[in-house]
């Protein structure tokens, strides 16, 4: 059964110059003296280092372990000693150095213990976190861990599988001589992820430019007795795009928002699924990629190349030409320069370019844009770059979201056509950034302010807590005071009836029943006031005490009994100790 094919708006065909790099195998590069391996590799976190300066590790041995579910393990290219785990430049348009980890190699290429593994007899969690210790990610550039892209949406069956061999990039040839040499692994690859998917079907999409390598895919499908459909798709530039194989393939359209899984499709890189294969058949993580080297050498050809290896002395293997000017990682359409050689090869590393004037003559000057159009017509994702490109210029970054920016994948067409030779997608890049910038700093100021808000209410919690308890202790203290007045009063109530009660012409015996009540008072307000600082007195100090206390009781003894004419009144103080 022939498969229905669709076809997608825009798209250029620039010329494709990938011959020279196919006539020759696949080669093993040499080993480096030196291999600097950067932690960060893919999408997502970096991994932590495992390995310090000094000891001694074999190939294939985790040095950076995985950090959280968006990453992936990086490890040992070779056996040797770990000299330092420093910063070092990266493959990166930036330029920044990132934490890699320097390996002096012994040359005696000492695997780790190797465990070949049945994905079907395990169970498919299991299987996922195994290709994410193997460092197994998407090699067709974006690094993106696959074990993340294994997990099918909840709610939606996968229908199609969908394989990418189509490598539309101009000088790019990695993916072709890898069909061509190792199909039958690349479909074994296929097959894990169809089972892990639970995949319906499987589409294998190659460009019709690469009849070698779509004949090799054939047969390793019949070989092996697969199901999977190889489908010859027309050379159209970027039909090597996710979103354009799948729907060149498939029919289907995914939106920016939304994950190609909940449509029921997704899709791998063929170099991805080679990976996963070795990963799980033979035990061996990602240490090495196929890496096209082209462009201005007299010996264009593509290599297997250890992951760190310095990439001048992969440019060494292809004898640059005397009139080579710079480097490009990646093709001329979606690639980078690179800025210093000693930046090593990386899982994103799928090609370098060297290049010359007369290979990639210098840019016309930058002239105003006509609105002619060609830019929008040849968009893949039906984009007005114009006034992207207007908004960008004039930093106007929320016009630039109302006309769905991030929706670009920067495959350079609009750049590629444009008549007055505007680099489009660098500005695209730069607004992009910016928002990212902005984004990044609201979220850090929203952060901050949260922090404070709760600061606050911390703040405010405490002093209505400190509030409460010293409004206990105060009521606990009144209470007490309370307690004193209530007990003396109880006394005197108790003797006020029988003065109360003697006749009223008998005023020396009233007189007395008060002078006692108030005395009786008296001796329970000093019961209820507890002495002070008691505690530590000698026997000599307590017994001066009770002989004050004695005269003190004698006094208002003899105070209380007439002498001569009666005191008009006698007044006991109210706290006898003042």
């Keep these: 059964m022939l498969q229905q094919l669709f076809s997608f708006k ?55 372990a995985a950090d959280g579910w968006m990453s992936a393990a990086v490890h040992a290219p070779t056996s040797g000693t770990v000299l330092a785990v420093e910063q070092h430049v990266a493959a990166h348009p930036s330029g920044l150095p990132t934490l890699s980890v320097v390996i002096e190699p012994d040359g005696r290429e000492q695997w780790i213990a190797r465990t070949p593994l049945d994905h079907r007899s395990l169970a498919p969690e ?29 709610t939606v069956l996968v229908e199609h599988l969908v394989i990418n061999g ?5 000088f790019m040839t990695c993916d ?10 690349i479909v074994r ?20 430019n690469k009849p070698e390598a779509v004949a090799a895919m054939q047969l390793a499908v019949r070989r092996l007795g697969e199901d999977h459909e190889v489908v010859a798709v027309p050379t159209r530039y970027p ?20 994950r190609s899984t909940e449509l029921g499709v997704q899709c791998f890189n063929v170099a991805t699924a080679y990976t996963a294969y070795r990963a799980l058949a033979h035990g061996e993580p990602v240490i090495s990629r196929i890496v096209t080297l082209t462009g201005n050498v007299e010996q264009p050809r593509n290599w297997e190349v250890l992951l760190g290896t310095p990439m001048r002395d992969v440019v060494a293997l292809g004898k640059p030409k005397a009139d080579t000017s710079r480097y490009l990682m990646g093709g001329p359409m979606m ?52 006034e992207l490109y207007w908004f960008a210029r004039a930093r106007n970054f929320g016009k630039t979201q109302e006309y769905h920016i991030f929706d ?142 004695a005269r003190r009781l004698a006094l208002l003894t003899s105070a209380a009994q007439p002498a001569g004419s009666p005191p008009e009144a006698l007044t006991i103080p109210e706290h006898p100790t003042e």
């Design 176 to 185: 072709d001589l890898l069909m061509r040499e190792r199909a039958e692994e």
């Design 166 to 170: 189509a490598e539309c990039e101009p």
């Design 189 to 208: 690859g296929a097959a894990i992820f169809r089972d892990l998917l639970a995949a319906r079907r499987v589409l294998i999409g190659i460009e019709d």
């Design 408 to 549: 670009c994948i920067e495959c350079g067409c609009c750049s590629y056509v444009c008549p007055s030779h505007i680099p489009l997608v660098q500005y695209f890049r730069f607004a992009k950034s910016e928002i990212w910038s902005r984004e990044k700093e609201k979220q850090a100021a929203d952060a901050a302010k949260a922090r404070f808000e709760l600061r606050n209410a911390r703040a405010e919690r405490e002093q209505a807590e400190k509030a409460e308890r010293l409004a206990k202790a105060a009521a606990a203290r009144t209470s007490e005071k309370k307690v004193a007045p209530a007990q003396a009063e109880t006394v005197t109530s108790a003797a006020l009836p029988a003065a109360e009660a003697a006749p009223a012409t008998d005023a020396e015996a009233v007189r007395k029943a008060k002078i006692a009540a108030a005395m009786e008072r008296a001796r329970a307000q000093r019961a209820a006031v507890l002495p002070r600082n008691t505690e530590q007195l000698t026997a000599e100090q307590k017994q001066e005490i009770a002989a004050i206390e």
């Design 10 to 64: 825009g798209g250029v065909k620039p010329q494709t110059r990938k011959a020279p790099s196919v006539q020759s195998s696949i080669g093993q590069a040499p080993m480096p003296v030196r291999l600097y391996v950067p932690l960060h590799q893919s999408l997502g976190g970096a991994p932590n280092p495992l390995v310090q300066a000094g000891e001694q590790v074999l190939k294939g041995q985790v040095i950076g």
């Design 335 to 386: 690639g980078f320069e690179i800025g210093d050689l000693a930046a090593p090869v990386v899982k994103a590393t799928n090609c370098i370019i060297a290049g010359s004037p007369n290979l990639f003559p210098p840019n016309p000057p930058e002239m105003p844009c006509i609105r002619c159009g060609a830019c929008a017509d040849v968009c893949p994702h039906e984009l007005q770059p114009f």
């Design 239 to 258: 039909a090597g795009g996710a979103k354009q194989l799948i729907r060149v393939l498939t029919g289907k359209e995914v939106p920016a928002s939304k």
């Design 126 to 154: 299991r299987v996922r976190e195994l290709l994410r210790d193997a460092g197994v990610v998407g090699l067709g550039g974006a690094v993106f861990p696959s074990h993340a892209k294994l997990t099918a949406a909840r």
